[in-house]
């Protein structure tokens, strides 16, 4: 999966050993933003003490394992959206896309959401909203589980509680600061 640059999208998607992969960014019918909005511009720390920067153009991640850091712009591969007071993250994956929700909480922290489709109960109620695919390995084991949702199925898995918190970056230096 290409532009895997948070660290803990990147643990979430390691913990799981099955994916949640969208057709198309989300939501379908939201436009994408040029820059990423000043309210979420800064630099943060996670539980791991992990580092993200955000600026008007991308991302960067720097973990304490490694000294140089990920980056990554907005671009085709790496699409935000508005969404609800919140902003939809869609990375492109190898054949979907993979989509989190970041919210900012009143004191400046970032909050990241997604859906853990290893637990059957939520695969139950995300199917009871849209239609959802399973793709196997040659072994039969579900690797990835596919959906295409309308705008209105979206707003159904996020109001059904679907998306649940993954992390939380905690804001050190407001962009203002630099």
Request: charged share 30%; net charge negative.
């Given at each position: ?9 990147l ?5 799981s ?10 939501p ?111 072994s039969?084991?579900v ?36």
């Open positions: 999966m290409k532009n895997l640059f948070f660290g803990i999208i643990a979430i998607a390691a913990s050993c099955v994916t949640l992969e969208y057709e198309n960014p989300q379908a019918d939201a436009a994408d933003l040029s820059s990423i909005p000043y309210q979420l511009q800064g630099t943060y720390l996670d539980e791991d003490n992990d580092t993200l920067m955000v600026d008007e153009h991308g991302f960067a991640y720097r973990s304490e394992m490694s000294p140089v850091a990920s980056e990554a712009g907005l671009s085709d591969t790496l699409i935000l959206r508005p969404y609800k007071g919140c902003y939809s993250v869609n990375i492109a994956g190898d054949n979907g896309w993979l989509v989190y929700l970041i919210c900012r909480e009143t004191n400046g922290d970032l909050l990241l959401y997604g859906i853990d489709v290893e637990e059957e109960a939520v695969r139950d109620k995300l199917k009871s909203i849209t239609k959802v695919v399973a793709e196997t390995d040659d039969g084991n690797t990835t589980y596919r959906i295409n949702p309308t705008e209105k199925e979206f707003d159904q898995m996020f109001e059904a509680g679907l998306f649940e918190k993954g992390g939380k970056f905690r804001r050190i230096v407001p962009e203002d600061d630099k």
